[in-house]
């Protein structure tokens, strides 16, 4: 018994719509009338293609499958597509607007930057004056400084010289009174050694000795103490009595001692030392005499001595401590002089200071300008240069605009046009699909659902880049051909092609090249081709196929990957391989009408590659001017080549 139990049967309407508003409650269509327009749309594209189905069958004798595997496909490539599509549009609407208004306020922004270019040259001549007349004042201060630097080691010089000559009078002096202090500083410290008993002891002689009267007298004549005349051993002479009188000086002994400690050594008159010049003479009048009689006479002998001594030293010394006061006056003037000579350098040096200060602001606010006048200048080019060159493309890109405001609005048609291709479509003849087409986009008009006239596959998803890449690998130049390479591209099942002319088979091979596995059911390493396929991401071409598949190629058709340590994989055979997100599966069967179960529809996107009368007329056109002008083949397909690279890189360019 070959009967096998159809148990297919289709959804109704209702079941239809229930689906369509579940699955399109994910997308963002928040308009409740285009909603339920795009709903009844899908139930319409569905059923449309099942009325098509069946004059299919009846006229050319080919059976296809409509299954809600494909409606399910047909709602889930357009949620897919819309918000890729939208997300697209609304990036090139954006960039272009962007460039355009960029253009546009340009020639504003040149304006801009002429006046203010212009507004700077005053400011900056302004400033170059400034920085000039600056740079004068500084070198004219740096003169008067140089002078004055000038002047001031002059000064120094002979100050210095004044010092050094004033040092050595000084010390001169001072070598001279040297000689005096150590007996003067002995006599003190002698006196020093005395205390109120000595004096007193001295006070109360009844009948001294000749020694002491000696001292007295002498401290008598140094203190200008005047004597007593009393009657000499000579009749009618009298003889000058010192002791009688000394008694008042020796009254107070501490006082008596302070009066010799400050005797005024420095201004003793001549007359004083004229009388104390005899005792001076007298033998018997040094410390070692007087020691003999009294301790107290001793250390005022040894004053006496050494006053009389420091006063020649002094005298002898007063013209050089003269010339040294004369010195020190004169060095005291050329120490004010240099200090005011000081003062007007340091004040020159810090008006140069102040001056440089200001050079210096008055060069970085000129480079500034400079900069700023540069950067100006630049810009300007720049924008003129913009302005020359883009000059042309500003009517360009308005358009462009104004085509992408109108694909946004119409993208929700445009797709349901382009996923009911994808999903229904490829099956059928061009002639079919032309019609289907039709309808779907005058129920698209009739249900309110905005759409671009005349909307298709390739108009609403292809790039014309990667068109032309097709075509330069050996796509066929119809529209068919064309549309098929898309659905393939878009769709989310691996393709089967009907190929009876392997023109799909030559296309896959030319873009795929030297990567391709090429294999068929019948080869003994099909699987294991299949496997490293898989595992290196290879793009792989099944050939020849039949009626029927292969069961172990499911997991690969239903794309059963799963995760597993991180890592994608799939089950083929008894294997678990990992599966190579570059990966890519095409089947080509050569039968020209072949009959395949509706499992296998589901399965893969069936691809009708058969050679339709316009692609035949453009293949023989080719063939034809091929043969007879082949320089005017070769310059068409020089003429593609070049004008597919040059749109690849206006598309390179404009997404950078």
């Known amino acids: 018994n070959c009967c096998t139990i159809d148990w297919f049967s289709e959804w109704p309407d209702e079941a239809l719509r229930s689906v369509a508003n579940a699955l399109l409650g994910e997308t963002d269509i928040d308009d409740p009338g285009l909603l339920s327009g795009l709903v009844e749309s899908f139930v319409d594209v569905h059923q449309s293609v099942v009325q098509a189905s069946v004059r299919f069958k009846n006229e050319l004798g080919r059976v296809n499958f409509v299954t809600p595997t494909g409606y399910l496909e047909l709602i889930g490539t357009f949620t897919k597509l819309m918000k890729r599509k939208k997300a697209e549009l609304t990036r090139l609407r954006?960039?272009?607007?962007?460039?355009?208004e960029k253009l546009l306020t340009t020639a504003t922004e040149v304006a801009q930057l002429q006046e203010e270019l212009t507004a700077m040259q005053p400011m900056l001549k302004e400033a170059a004056e400034q920085t000039e007349a600056t740079m004068v004042k500084i070198a004219e201060d740096k003169a008067v400084a140089q002078e004055t630097a000038a002047q001031v080691t002059k000064e120094e010089h002979e100050a210095a010289d004044k010092a050094a000559e004033t040092k050595a009078i000084a010390d001169d002096a001072q070598r001279d009174l040297d000689e005096a202090l150590p007996a003067l500083d002995a006599a003190l410290a002698s006196l020093k050694s005395l205390n109120k008993n000595d004096i007193t002891e001295v006070k109360a002689m009844q009948n001294p000795p000749v020694g002491v009267k000696l001292v007295m007298e002498a401290v008598c004549i140094m203190q200008g103490v005047k004597p007593k005349m009393v009657a000499g051993e000579k009749m009618g002479t009298k003889v000058a009595d010192y002791w009688s009188v000394c008694g008042p000086l020796l009254q107070n002994p501490q006082k008596f001692l302070e009066s010799l400690f400050k005797y005024d050594k420095d201004n003793i008159p001549d007359a004083v030392i004229q009388?104390?010049?005899?005792?001076?003479?007298?033998?018997?009048?040094?410390p070692a005499a007087i020691s003999k009689v009294s301790k107290a006479c001793t250390s005022i002998c040894s004053w006496a001595r050494a006053m009389?001594?420091?006063?020649?030293v002094a005298k002898a010394v007063e013209p050089k401590r003269q010339c040294l006061r004369e010195a020190q006056e004169s060095l005291q003037k050329t120490l004010g002089q240099l200090a005011d000579a000081k003062a007007r350098l340091k004040s020159v040096q810090d008006r140069i200071g102040e001056m440089e200060s200001k050079f210096a602001s008055l060069v970085t606010k000129k480079k500034q300008l400079e900069d700023k006048a540069s950067e100006c200048t630049i810009k300007l080019a720049r924008a003129k240069k913009l302005i020359d060159l883009l000059g042309d493309e500003r009517q360009r890109w308005a358009e462009s605009v104004e085509k992408f405001d109108k694909l946004i609005a119409n993208v929700v048609g445009d797709i349901v046009v382009a996923a009911g291709t994808i999903a229904y479509q490829g099956p059928f003849t061009s002639e079919f699909r032309a019609d289907l087409s039709g309808r779907w986009r005058a129920r698209l008009g009739k249900l309110n659902v905005p759409h671009t006239e005349l909307t298709d596959l390739v108009s609403a998803l292809c790039d014309p880049v990667q068109v032309r890449d097709w075509q330069i690998h050996g796509l066929p130049r119809d529209a068919m051909s064309t549309e098929n390479?898309?659905?393939?591209?878009?769709?989310?099942?691996?393709?089967?092609?009907?190929?009876?002319?392997a023109q799909a088979n030559r296309w896959i091979k030319q873009m795929e090249a030297d990567k391709l596995v090429i294999m068929k059911l019948t080869d003994r390493d099909f699987l294991r081709s299949l496997e490293n396929a898989v595992r290196f991401g290879s793009p792989c071409l099944l050939e020849n196929v039949g009626l029927e598949l292969d069961p172990a190629l499911e997991p690969i058709l239903l794309r059963q990957t799963f995760k597993q340590a991180g890592s994608t994989v799939i089950r083929l055979g008894d294997s678990v391989i990992p599966y190579h997100d570059d990966f890519k599966f095409y089947i080509t069967t050569k039968l020209p009408n072949p009959l395949y179960t509706p499992e296998v529809s589901t399965k893969v996107v069936v691809v009708n590659f058969t050679l339709s009368p316009s692609g035949l007329e453009d293949q023989m056109l080719g063939l034809v001017v091929a043969r007879e002008r082949p320089d005017l083949e070769e310059a068409k397909n020089a003429l593609i080549v070049n004008n597919a690279k040059m749109k690849s890189e206006l598309k390179e360019i404009e997404d950078k």
């Open 94 to 100: 954006s960039r272009t607007a962007t460039g355009l």
């Open 275 to 286: 009388k104390i010049q005899p005792y001076i003479d007298n033998a018997d009048f040094t």
């Open 308 to 312: 009389h001594k420091y006063h020649f």
């Open 485 to 501: 390479a898309s659905i393939v591209n878009l769709s989310s099942r691996w393709p089967l092609f009907i190929d009876p002319q």
